[in-house]
């Protein structure tokens, strides 16, 4: 097969790079091989070619519903171990687009929007519980935030012991996952050895077995108190109760065309997807925002500046829309990337893309780290300046931290709704600080990526401007 040139290094190695120094990997073949190459990583992924060109973008991202790619959802094995064989992101064609269609309303429009107040509660919520001066890993509030929302947005659990029990249990997860020892099980089968329940893949499955016990405990429970169903037609949802609204909720009343309802293996492993991909990613990119916006004062004075002139009133629409925090939270993704890849997609036949032949079957991938360090896009690449995004509009091939096409992100929309409402509480309610000299990095953390661990501390409450009406949560 033809592919364009790239590392030489026995694919061994090329995965070690991956799994342990991926942006130093990636920087280095593109200083060689240019803006197009190839990486081996094991026999099952088989070659993968990057592209990270404006132009290459838009041709793959724009015709991958199989009229020039295909978008397999078997590409994204890695992530079978957590969220199963029948989560949307291991479903293809038509199945894929259904699962998507019920599961994209919950995270857009009114429905979205409804989760405005609930957010800024639970963010001043989560602040209020770590004391003053004391340092604190500044990821661990925002983890918390992010788990809490979309609990309740999934489950519509905001507390008692199975909620307690799942925010404890998938933050030690992902966090098991953090280092690349434990993250070479997402890419190297072979390890997958369970040694007992301390070793990295018993610890990792006996903590899996947990989490999935209580949702199947939670679906059962929902099963039990399910009103009766009324006829309706086949390919709709049950109409849903007025008292819920979660996804659950939503899940358990929808039908396929043959009038059939989502299996309990089903729900669980959709319910895991959004619990996982819908917190972890959105946790990393607020503790960057907290970061670099503490690390450069006149951001954050900007910042203030303008949540300032909100009234107590101004609704999460409002905050939604203010440009200059618009502009550092897509700064922060620019910069730091979450997903560092779009997911794989499969040429249908030979194309010629961006000066390069590929054979059909080939496998390429959007490289969204890359794309967002093009100099001639991105002056000073390396600089967090939240004025580019005021100064200039990014077309969705250059600026893509939520990806494109058939597997655009089914939650971002969400997730620059909450990253905004939970700055803007954050910053109105709360004086913080960065504590310690500790160089912060990029690095890997499970598939995706995130700050090193660095601490911050609360100096104070902030007493009077608020993020746009007053939440209510007692001290
Ligand atoms: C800052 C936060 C987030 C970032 C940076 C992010 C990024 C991404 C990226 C890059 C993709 C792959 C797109 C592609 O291949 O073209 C993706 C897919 C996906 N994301 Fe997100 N995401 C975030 C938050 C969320 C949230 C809040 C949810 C759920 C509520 C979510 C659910 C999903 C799902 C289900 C997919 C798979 C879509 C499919 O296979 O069709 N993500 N995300």
């Known amino acids: 097969m033809a592919l364009p040139d790239g590392p030489k290094a026995p694919s061994v190695w090329q995965m070690l790079q991956w799994i342990g120094t991926p942006f130093s990997f990636m920087q280095s073949c593109h200083r060689q091989y240019g803006d197009c190459f190839t990486i081996q990583l ?37 992530l079978e171990m957590i969220t199963g064989t029948q989560s949307v992101f291991g479903l293809s064609g038509d199945r894929h687009r259904r699962a998507r269609q019920l599961l ?16 800024r509660e639970i963010a001043e919520q989560v602040m209020r519980e770590y004391g003053t001066a004391r340092p604190f890993e500044a990821r661990e509030p925002m ?49 997958r050895q369970d040694l007992g329940p301390l070793s990295p893949w018993g610890r990792f499955i006996r903590n899996r077995q947990q989490i999935d016990d209580l949702i199947y405990q939670e679906i059962a429970d929902r099963r039990r108190n399910q009103p009766v169903s009324k006829p309706h037609a086949a390919s709709e949802p049950e109409p849903v109760p007025a008292s819920r609204n979660d996804i659950l909720t939503l899940l358990m009343s929808a039908r396929d065309e043959a009038g059939e309802a989502l299996s309990d293996a089903e729900l669980r492993d959709e319910l895991m997807t959004l619990l996982i991909a819908g917190h972890e990613t959105t946790a990393t990119a607020l ?23 909100l009234d107590d009133n101004s609704d999460p629409n409002t905050v939604f829309r203010l440009p200059y925090l618009n502009a550092v939270c897509s700064e922060t993704l620019r910069i730091h990337p979450v997903a560092l890849l779009t997911f794989g997609r499969v040429t249908r036949s030979r194309i010629e893309l961006a000066g390069v032949t590929l054979d059909p079957g080939t496998t390429v991938t959007g490289c969204i780290y890359l794309a967002h360090r093009r100099k001639e896009v991105f002056s000073k690449p390396e600089e967090f300046n939240p004025d580019r995004f005021l100064d200039r509009h990014y077309s969705p091939y250059e600026f893509l931290p939520f990806g494109g096409g058939v597997r655009r992100c089914i939650g971002m929309a969400f997730a620059q709704f909450e990253m905004k409402l939970v700055l803007s ?18 690095r890997r953390r499970g598939l995706v990526s995130g700050p090193s661990p660095f601490k911050i501390v609360k100096i104070g409450a902030r007493g009077g401007v608020s993020a746009g009406g007053r939440v209510g949560v007692s001290a």
């Open 143 to 191: 983890q918390r935030i992010s788990l809490r929302i979309i609990l309740r947005a999934v489950f519509g659990l905001t507390d008692g012991p199975r909620y307690q029990e799942l925010e404890r249990l998938i933050g030690r997860l992902l966090d098991g996952l953090s280092n690349p020892l434990n993250a070479s099980l997402l890419f190297i089968p072979a390890l």
């Open 42 to 78: 094991n026999r099952k992924f088989g070659p993968l070619v990057f592209f990270s060109q404006p132009e290459a973008l838009q041709v793959i991202l724009t015709n991958d519903d199989a009229k020039l790619f295909e978008s397999p959802g078997t590409l994204n094995v890695a």
């Open 287 to 309: 503790t960057w925002a907290l970061y670099w916006i503490h690390l450069l004062p006149p951001v954050r004075q900007r910042l203030l500046e303008e949540l300032e002139s």
């Open 104 to 119: 994209m309303p919950p995270f857009h429009g009114e429905r979205m929007r409804s989760y405005g107040e609930l957010i």
């Open 425 to 442: 509480t954050v910053l109105s309610r709360f004086d913080l600080a960065l504590s310690g000299t500790r160089e912060v990095r990029q």
